[in-house]
């Protein structure tokens, strides 16, 4: 089994910072792929960026630019730095984690998530 526990969210005005951290536990394979997520009342869950273990990396088009994701692999964490927020960021986050076994079982995992807002 494998745990995420999600930080950093809260308020913020727009135009300010936050920085999201995962930190991941338990049976994680060496080739991963960690992610965040969000969602709003009422939507999909929809990605914001993700990064492999190798640190090949890819954003949704509404945060390019504003948000930069990075990962420390001895300490299985994941880290999301957001800039330039704005209101519409507003959201749920949650931390993923996605991981094929050897006979090529694909596992997944989310945290509990962390409320993001940003204030207009």
């Known amino acids: 089994q494998v745990q995420l526990v999600e930080s950093g969210g809260g308020l913020v005005q727009a135009g300010g910072s936050l920085r999201l951290s995962c930190a991941a536990s338990?049976?994680?394979?060496?080739?991963?792929?960690m992610g965040w997520y969000r969602q709003t009342p009422g939507k999909q869950r929809e990605l914001v960026a993700r990064?492999?273990?190798?640190?090949?990396?890819n954003y949704a088009d509404s945060v390019k630019g504003r948000f930069t994701i990075s990962r420390d692999n001895a300490k299985n964490s994941v880290y999301l730095q957001m800039n330039s927020l704005k209101p519409e960021d507003t959201a749920v986050y949650y931390c993923?984690?996605?991981?094929?076994?050897?006979?090529?079982?694909?596992?997944?995992?989310w945290g509990q998530g962390t409320q993001v807002t940003v204030s207009s």
């Open positions: 993923n984690l996605n991981q094929v076994s050897g006979n090529q079982v694909n596992y997944v995992y």
């Open positions: 338990g049976s994680i394979f060496r080739l991963n792929t």
């Open positions: 990064i492999t273990s190798d640190s090949s990396t």
